[in-house]
């Protein structure tokens, strides 16, 4: 049996929880063959984030301040582990470069993955002493990259070729092998990122490339809820969701995982299990192709300090293309929209973005469309919520819009927007930003998911 286990930043906080994390690997590879991919010990990345910037301001102060820290939290984990003739050496070229980045007074995103790098081969290496195993790079491990920093995509048919390679003659019995998650490389060898979710996707890489059984995802809860159960109490643990919910689920910050990170699992059929390490013996809950039967709806959701955002006019009516400037406008500053709903008379589109994001929102489509007379008027609503239903067991069940509706408008609460995939998985309404918890509750509610 192959298991890829990923710990995360919570788990691998300080140098108790890296040993517990490693006594988990070494406990499973007594039998299987096991990978374990590791986060930046948390806290580090955002440290690296801001020795990056500190570094090309020219701030000496907070860039000694930064590195006095990060070397203080590696050291001391490393003296408890013996460990410390693997940290120091990566510890002395992080200040070597953020020296360097300093020296020329410019952060270019290809720099900026390098230094972020440091936190994934730190703990790496940490772990791999506790484990009594090798620790290797994403980039070692056989992940290759397009030149996208920051977010880069892996070359996937060159990187399951790779990796498999790379890693099945090092795993058998009894011998284990750490690899950075997050960190890749290009083909020329340079550091790349994988984005937000980076070591979930380093994990079903390595997952789908070594034909894993199944990969274990652990963190600091004991799976996905049915709801968050700070708003709803009575949310219990789901013990099995298809790939699609949890896509979904994804999508709306709930604990579980990027929904980029769960392409390579779901392709090619490994099964993905969030467990907890403060729990371990729980059984938290699996994801895969087929979930759990019987259910029509499985979790509800939501997003709060969020905008409606709504662009009219009746120029839009029948002119090819609206759409496309509109999202184009967006997208070149950034903006990410979080969910679109549009009537068939197309007289206007509303969509949804962040509320840190609104300004931004508002003010490229004012210079994209106003001025240029593709719409008339922009209305902006702040402080809504998004709202979603998440369910495999709604495909094709008649009445799902009618106890949905039914359930938010007896708790007198008004809906401004919807949106429906054609898969009939999930369904997302928006309300005012205090109404969204009792939507939620209401739903919870209904379709019984506590």
Not at 229 to 249: C, D, N, W, Y
Request: glycine share 10%.
């Amino acid at each position: 049996m192959t298991i890829v286990m990923k710990f995360g930043g919570t788990s691998m906080g300080d140098a108790e929880r890296i040993r517990g994390c490693a006594a988990l690997v070494r406990e499973q590879a007594r039998e299987h063959r096991v990978v374990a991919v590791v986060s930046a010990m948390a806290g580090v990345t955002d440290m690296l984030i801001e020795l990056a910037a500190a570094a090309a301001a020219g701030n000496r102060a907070a860039q000694h301040m930064l590195l006095g820290k990060l070397r203080e939290k590696h050291e001391h984990a490393a003296r408890a582990l013996s460990a410390a003739d693997r940290v120091s050496p990566l510890l002395d070229r992080l200040e070597t470069l953020a020296s360097g980045i300093a020296a020329v007074g410019e952060l270019t995103p290809r720099s900026r993955d390098h230094v972020l790098s440091f936190g994934e081969r730190l703990s790496a290496e940490l772990m791999a002493a506790a484990a009594g195993a090798r620790a290797l790079t994403g980039q070692e491990a056989g992940i290759v990259t397009d030149e996208n920093f920051g977010e880069a995509e892996p070359l996937m048919d060159l990187t399951l070729y790779q990796v498999k390679e790379t890693l099945d003659p090092l795993l058998t019995p009894g011998r284990c092998v750490v690899v950075t998650g997050f960190i890749a490389a290009t083909q020329h060898g340079v550091t790349t990122t994988l984005g937000r979710g980076g070591s979930d996707y380093t994990a079903t890489i390595l997952g789908a490339a070594l034909k894993a059984d199944e990969i274990w995802i652990w963190s600091d809860v004991d799976g996905i809820m049915s709801a968050n159960p700070k708003v709803v109490p009575q949310a219990r643990l789901l013990s099995a969701i298809s790939f699609g919910e949890a896509i979904e689920m994804g999508q709306f910050g709930a604990k579980s995982m990027h929904p980029r990170a769960l392409e390579p699992a779901a392709e090619h059929r490994i099964p993905v299990r969030m467990r907890n390490t403060f729990n371990p013996s729980g059984a938290g809950t699996l994801i895969s192709e087929s979930g759990e039967a019987g259910h029509v709806a499985r979790a509800v959701l939501s997003v709060s300090k969020a905008a409606l955002v709504t662009v009219a006019g009746a120029a839009m009516i029948g002119r090819p293309g609206t759409a496309a400037r509109i999202f184009r406008a967006l997208a070149d500053e950034n903006v990410n929209i979080l969910m679109i709903s549009q009537s068939v008379s197309e007289a206007g589109i509303s969509f949804v973005v962040a509320g840190s994001q609104l300004e931004r929102a508002r003010g490229a489509l004012q210079k994209q469309l106003l001025r240029t007379g593709d719409a008339r008027h922009i209305d902006v609503l702040e402080n809504v919520a998004v709202v979603a239903l998440v369910g495999s067991g709604m495909r094709g069940t008649p009445g799902v819009a009618a106890r949905l509706f039914g359930a938010v408008a007896r708790r007198s609460v008004n809906v401004m927007a919807i949106a429906q995939g054609s898969s009939e998985i999930s369904v997302s309404f928006v309300v005012r930003g205090e109404d969204g918890a009792e939507a939620v509750r209401g739903l919870h509610e209904e379709f019984e998911l506590g």
